[in-house]
């Protein structure tokens, strides 16, 4: 058989690779330039490979095609394929064929690495055999090759899956499936159409049959209202506010303390996660044991500073209203909101009134900061119009008195000013450092 894989970073590299050892004559093309260590690792596999083009002829004549999560089916070499009647699957379609292991598969919009790293981490510390793959870390399908390259016992693969790698799913079936949320994200890929969006989230249930299970956030109201117009085969497994007590959450009967992240945001990601390891088989002794050591990934309401009294958060993974205002629901302290970055079509009505209730003070940080300058100038105290990061974490400080909270967390992608969310990430606390060795009060 005769594999062509468009991209060559972690996914089109991974499904490479385990395409190679399955057999198969293998081509991978990537129109942009491929990443040396990329380069070096399809050499060294034997795997050829083209870059800074699509020869069309040689990609046509494959019997499938695995895309990179990154390619949407209109550009012109996907479409070719789909016209020409050639299979084109996704990196997770086409590894999940190849493993005879179990999967909890999570999406949603907001909070799927959390719950990833979280359900991951609640199933490796009570024992199981379990990897962790998808849109975090390593691809699912070099994890599928080195599972079976080494002969690895795995039950269980714990999968971060975006709706762009659910687009090319036909037959994947997860035993246990999240939904979080489903709130405006990406909707340029999907015809700026909630309902092409929503429908690409679903597809994660679309073979699930009666023995397996869906967890889901039943108050999420994009996502009841999606699934009133479907019939779910899976046993349902709904989470809801209910289920939140004062520092602790109900889930399948048992109470669990000692939580290890703040935030009602967090609260649904936490009863999701412990829901599924339930339904894993795991002990809810076992959960409560290994709960409290979860330390989440960083850019997500990670406390990087306090000086002053104050306390600095970097939530800078916040590259969306709905995820922003998450992170303001969390903190009943006075917040100093540093918010900006390059708009994706922002609609700052969802969160007029919790800015209204919550912010003392608005530091904007972007290229162009008009929109958000004028949509909140008339309901926050003070306002801040700043253009590089020391100069936001300045402005924030001077805003901010003792018992404050100075939060980072932008609405808005990172692409105007930095590389990307880390490196917007790590210059806010580094600016914070900064802050604190060189200003005395």
């Keep these: 058989m005769k594999i062509a894989v468009l991209g060559a970073a ?27 260590r990329y380069r070096r690792e399809l050499q060294q596999h034997d795997i050829a490979f083209e870059e800074g083009t699509h020869t069309l002829k040689r990609i046509l004549a494959a019997d499938q095609i695995v895309k990179s999560p990154g390619i949407p089916d209109a550009v012109p070499v996907v479409a070719a394929a789909l016209a020409k009647g050639i299979p084109v699957l996704s990196e997770i379609e086409f590894a999940a064929r190849y493993t005879p292991a179990r999967f909890i598969a999570i999406t949603g919009t907001n909070g799927k690495t959390t719950t990833t790293l979280l359900t991951h981490y609640l199933m490796k510390a009570t024992g199981q055999n379990v990897a962790l793959a998808g849109n975090v870390g390593e691809s699912f399908a070099r994890q599928v090759a080195l599972e079976r390259s080494e002969g690895r016992k795995i039950d269980w693969y714990v999968l971060e899956i975006s709706s762009f790698q659910l687009d090319n799913c036909y037959t994947f079936r997860p035993n246990i499936a999240v939904l979080l949320n489903i709130t405006p994200d990406h909707l340029d890929r999907y015809d700026n159409s909630m309902e092409l969006y929503a429908a690409a989230k679903f597809r994660l249930l679309q073979k699930m049959e009666a023995e397996d299970a869906f967890v889901y956030f039943a108050q999420d109201p994009i996502l009841a209202s999606e ?13 809801t506010d209910a289920q939140f007590g004062n520092g602790t959450l109900s889930v399948g009967g048992y109470t669990f303390e000692r939580l290890p992240l703040v935030g009602r945001h967090n609260m649904i990601n936490m009863a999701v996660a412990i829901q599924a390891v339930l339904l894993a088989g795991v002990s809810a002794k076992a959960i409560q044991e ?11 309401l990670q406390k ?28 009943r302290e006075p917040i100093v909101w540093i918010a900006g970055g390059k708009d994706k079509g922002n609609d700052y009505d969802l969160m007029r009134d919790l800015v209204k209730r919550k ?11 008009s929109k958000l300058y004028r949509y909140f100038a008339p309901i926050v105290p003070q306002i801040a119009d700043t253009h590089s990061m020391e100069e936001a974490v300045a402005a924030a400080y001077r805003f901010a008195a ?40």
Excluded: W
């Design 10 to 36: 972690e996914s089109g590299v991974g499904a490479a690779v385990l395409a190679r050892q399955l057999g198969y004559e293998v081509f991978v093309s990537d129109g942009g330039t491929i990443a040396e």
């Design 227 to 239: 699934l009133a117009k479907r019939s779910i085969a899976a046993r349902q497994y709904p989470i």
């Design 290 to 300: 290994a709960l409290p050591g979860f330390v989440n990934a960083p850019h997500r």
């Design 304 to 331: 990087v500073h306090v000086y002053q009294g104050i306390t600095f958060i970097n939530d800078s993974k916040a590259t969306n209203v709905d995820a922003a205002m998450y992170a303001l629901d969390a903190y």
């Design 359 to 369: 912010v003392k003070a608005l530091v904007c940080m972007g290229a162009d900061n």
């Design 402 to 441: 003792p018992g404050d909270v100075v939060l980072l967390s932008p609405a808005c992608a990172s692409f105007d000013l930095f590389k990307n969310y880390e490196d917007r990430g790590l210059q806010f606390a580094a600016a914070c450092r900064k802050l604190g060795e060189t200003v005395t009060t």
